[in-house]
């Protein structure tokens, strides 16, 4: 079955620059979800998507922003890196309860990254 | 509050030992779901099971059982027979459907490690 795809897989980036993180959700989910993990810690839920609106914020950043396409994918920018961005950035994706679907998360592979 | 607590932070067992994950939720809405993750030292996360609020009955797959008891506001893992290949990061996470938005609340994770 298809499964959540996200890109790069792993990425190093210098302090202050710039990073572009992409997901594409599982066909027919209609809700996306960004989570970062930093090292030993649980993830932590930053933002979602619902049909290609902001559905919820949590504890992301100034220096982030996400935004959802017309064919459902997701990019999340961020700018001015810190090295305390570095840490395992996932995507979710999930089909609601409107559409049919169980809402049950299912998490992409994640994207490593690493400010030096 | 809305919040998740894994008491245990590393479990250590011998392979073919029992081993139960305990999990307590704190959530004020009447209606919210309740999953455990998998995280291998791979990185990714896997969904193992989702539990709405309203539904007790505890289930068990394969070796995989779960013990969902509203009361005491617990959703306990049980692994039989455990496997080397159950060693890895296991996530108990809350999703409130009243007043949680879209955000996914996770413990902090229980380590398991499986020796042979």
């Known amino acids: 079955a298809a499964g959540v795809i996200q890109s790069p897989r792993h990425l190093i980036k210098e302090k202050r620059e710039t990073a572009t993180l992409k997901c594409y959700p599982i066909p027919r989910h209609d809700t996306v979800y960004w989570y970062q993990q930093g090292p030993g810690q649980d993830p932590q839920f930053l933002i979602s998507f619902y049909e290609k609106m902001q559905s919820d914020k949590g504890s992301i950043p100034d220096r982030f922003s996400a935004q959802q396409f017309s064919d459902y994918h997701s990019e999340l920018n961020m700018s001015s890196l810190e090295l305390g961005d570095s840490a395992l950035y996932f995507c979710?994706?999930?089909?609601?309860?409107?559409?049919?679907?169980?809402?049950?998360?299912?998490f992409g592979p994640g994207t490593r990254l690493l400010v030096l | 509050a809305q919040k998740v607590t894994q008491a245990q932070t590393e479990i250590s067992v011998v392979e073919k030992e029992d081993v139960t994950l305990d999990c307590v939720y704190e959530t004020r809405d009447t209606t919210y779901y309740l999953f455990w993750y998998k995280q291998p030292p791979s990185g990714e996360l896997v969904f193992l099971i989702r539990r709405n609020s309203f539904d007790e009955q505890n289930e068990i797959s394969g070796r995989y059982s779960w013990n969902f008891q509203k009361s005491t506001s617990s959703f306990n893992f049980t692994i039989t027979a455990s496997q080397v290949v159950d060693s890895a990061v296991y996530f108990c996470?809350?999703?409130?459907?009243?007043?949680?938005?879209?955000?996914?609340?996770f413990g902090a994770g229980t380590r398991l490690f499986v020796k042979a």
């Open positions: 979710a994706s999930s089909s609601s309860t409107a559409s049919g679907g169980s809402e049950t998360q299912y």
């Open positions: 996470a809350l999703r409130p459907r009243n007043t949680g938005g879209f955000k996914t609340i």
